[in-house]
């Protein structure tokens, strides 16, 4: 009866005032960070467009990992693995490394959401890439909610089955589960899981853990930990608390002799942790006395974040030009210089048609066509968004700047930027990297016309490898020139050319970038209103001296020059905000093929991740034959952390230094970047914002 009693108590007052509460704990992160309980991972991904960072322990393994969801379903999850004690390098010189680590990404779709009778359904694939992929899987698992219990039942192979899965040596793993279904059923063990969360506070875990640690023989910690100590249990029981919303704690007990910790912290891609605030001074707001109409109100479009304005007033019809200098969406340029235009009233001018052009650095960019009247109506909410846009008109086939005086004229630019670069599992150290800003000061002589030289200062640096130069090194000598502390990393003359139909060619010449200096050159066009862009570009370039920041290399192995050739096109598609650019042809050291990237845009936050297929026959070294270039960076507006905006961008890429394989040199301005969101397609996207 007082068994009853209790459990009668439990549900009628506990679980009721808990009952918004349950959802906090079902995306949390596993052992590795992949959604899940402990040890096996759950039918349950997060929420599109977030991410967390995480660590956890229990001996001997430490997890470092970051999961993000770039699509709605997708779960994608970066891990390092640190085996404790385990020492992976016994020669001289190689004593920096540590404790071994194992990079990899693990990748889970869920392919049925959770209905009011069915369960969630899931596929994943741990660590499906790689020379030796140490902890592999396929799996499938079902989670159903049965308030407050959320129920988790599984099948993998690898690492969650009988037998660990062999090397790809190098390339993607099938799906064994679809191409070779008996097998990977004969292969699999099952795996299940319970998480019971009465409150917004805490949750508890029980899993059945199907991994086989002592029979493993892919694990580097089998033999020196598990067969001497082996697991007790499969059972492992956790302790789930969310002390506050961006932490989260797990305590458990493992294997039935290890105690282990997990804490992560998820965000939001995108959001600003700083209220951002504009800026913006209004017509009637500027010293009416300094000059004319137009004076006056380029002096209100220059303190709102604008320079090379041109405005010319004639028969009602209002010209702007104006170059953005301050604000991240082109949109919101536009808005801006529509609310200043909107300050002037009809005694200071009579203002019928208004026409607004962007410019950057005197090349125009696009023109948008609307009247006074309707500015002021959306600027006073008397018109939606869309409904503005309908009575508006945008062109982006424009070439010819505003025949009127340019005013507040900018000569120079420059930027101070912070820089991280780094590469993973160098036997002279796992993580090497450089830490310091890039300095660049930018000379505008004339329309289309850049001078840009670039400073990199890099006080924390301990990049070495003792990795040598390949058969065919275009890149694998590349952490010998980023040894040094200060360095002239560029120094070049780049000129934008736009020509009608939306042609755009730039050419650069130069120090290009760190490595190469040279010649560089492209055309580009946007189709179908921003939905594909295409383009040529190539490259004529010499290696540059290690030592010596205007000389060249006299290495042996440096060849007299190198070209690249090539075939662009960008393939965007709106209604996820990705895109796709695929880059065909002719590479550094002379493969050719293609370099897919698949590219998300979430909040101005730009994701992207990188692959390649080209003839690697050329190459007589075993590293690069039959290799696929691949990696991943991370683009992030500035303006999320400094409360103003601002079209300054913070970028970061992950990728091997040491191959050669599909390598080109890093370009300054590449078109489609400078074309960017600056198309029909974009700009209509963009604004309703």
């Known amino acids: 009866m007082k068994y009853k009693v209790f459990f009668a108590v439990l549900f009628f007052f506990i679980i009721p005032l808990n009952s918004y509460a349950f959802d906090n704990f079902l995306h949390a992160p ?20 977030t991410y967390r960072i995480g660590v956890n322990r229990v001996s001997p393994y430490v997890h470092y990992y970051i999961t993000l969801s770039p699509l709605k379903g997708l779960e994608i999850n970066a891990l390092v693995t640190e085996i404790l004690g385990l020492i992976p390098f016994h020669s001289p010189g190689e004593s920096g490394y540590g404790s071994y680590k194992d990079k990899s990404i693990d990748i889970k779709y869920q392919i049925e959401k959770e209905g009011k009778y069915t369960p969630a359904v899931a596929i994943g694939l741990l660590d499906p890439y790689g020379q030796s992929r140490r902890y592999s899987s396929q799996y499938i698992v079902l989670s159903k909610q049965i308030y407050p219990f959320d129920f988790t039942v599984g099948l993998g192979n690898g690492r969650l089955g009988k037998i660990p899965l062999p090397p790809t040596g190098g390339h993607f793993s099938s799906m064994q589960m679809f191409t070779h279904p008996r097998a990977w059923l004969k292969d699999s063990n099952f795996f299940w899981g319970v998480q019971f969360a009465p409150s917004d506070k805490w949750a508890l875990m029980l899993e059945y853990d199907p991994i086989e640690y002592t029979k493993d023989t892919s694990d580097p910690a089998q033999a020196d930990y598990f067969l001497s100590h082996p697991p007790r249990s499969h059972y492992n029981v956790g302790l789930r608390l969310n002390p506050v919303k961006w932490i989260e704690v797990d305590l458990s007990y493992q294997r039935g002799n290890q105690f282990g910790v997990n804490i992560s912290m998820p965000f939001d891609i995108g959001k600003p942790m700083r209220p951002i605030q504009d800026h913006i001074v209004e017509y009637p707001y500027v010293d009416q006395s300094i000059g004319d109409f137009e004076t006056r109100l380029a002096s209100a479009l220059s303190q709102s974040g604008f320079s090379n304005i041109r405005i010319k007033l004639e028969n009602g019809n209002l010209w702007v030009e104006a170059q953005n200098d301050v604000y991240f969406y082109t949109p919101k340029a536009i808005k801006v210089i529509s609310q200043v235009i909107a300050s002037v009233k009809k005694k200071d001018k009579k203002i019928n048609k208004v026409h607004i052009i962007l410019s950057r650095n005197d090349v125009p960019i696009l023109q948008f066509d609307t009247t006074k009247q309707d500015i002021d109506d959306y600027i006073n909410d008397k018109l ?24 507040y004229h900018r000569q120079f630019s420059y930027e101070i930027n912070p820089s991280l670069q780094n590469f993973l599992n160098d036997p002279s150290g796992f993580f090497r990297y450089r830490f310091g800003l890039n300095g660049i000061v930018k000379y505008y002589p004339f329309k289309g016309a850049t001078i840009v030289s670039q400073v990199d ?3 924390f640096n301990n990049i070495s490898t003792v990795n040598q130069p390949l058969s065919i090194p275009v890149r694998s000598d590349y952490p010998l020139y980023l040894e040094k502390k200060l360095a002239l990393s560029r120094l070049l003359y780049n000129q934008i050319i736009k020509f009608p139909d939306d042609i755009y060619a730039r050419g650069a010449v130069g120090l290009l970038e760190t490595e190469y200096a040279g010649l560089d050159a492209e055309i580009a066009k946007p189709l179908f209103h921003g939905r594909v862009l295409i383009g040529i570009s190539g490259s004529l370039v010499k290696k540059r001296s290690i030592n010596d920041p205007f000389g060249f290399s006299h290495k042996s192995y440096a060849k007299k020059y190198y070209s690249t050739e090539f075939l662009n096109l960008r393939y965007n598609i709106p209604n996820t905000q990705m895109y796709v650019d695929l880059k065909t042809g002719r590479f550094l050291a002379g493969d050719i093929g293609t370099l897919i990237k698949v590219s998300k845009f979430i909040n101005g936050v730009v994701l992207s991740a990188w692959y390649s297929f080209t003839n690697t026959s050329i190459f007589t070294d075993q590293y690069n034959r039959g290799y696929h270039n691949f990696g991943v960076s991370v683009s992030i507006p500035l303006r999320l952390f400094e409360g103003k905006d601002t079209k300054s961008v913070y970028s970061y890429s992950l990728e091997p230094w040491t191959r050669d394989v599909a390598q080109d040199i890093s370009h300054y301005d590449e078109l489609f970047d400078y074309i960017d969101r600056n198309t029909q397609l974009d700009f209509y996207r963009d604004f309703a914002r």
């Open 384 to 407: 939606k968004t869309w409904e503005f846009l309908y009575l508006s008109k945008l062109n982006t086939n424009v070439t010819k700047n505003i025949n009127a005086p340019e005013q």
């Open 30 to 49: 596993n052992n590795y960070g992949v959604t899940g309980l402990m040890s096996i991972p759950t039918a349950r991904v997060m929420k599109e467009d």
């Open 457 to 459: 200062f890099y006080p």
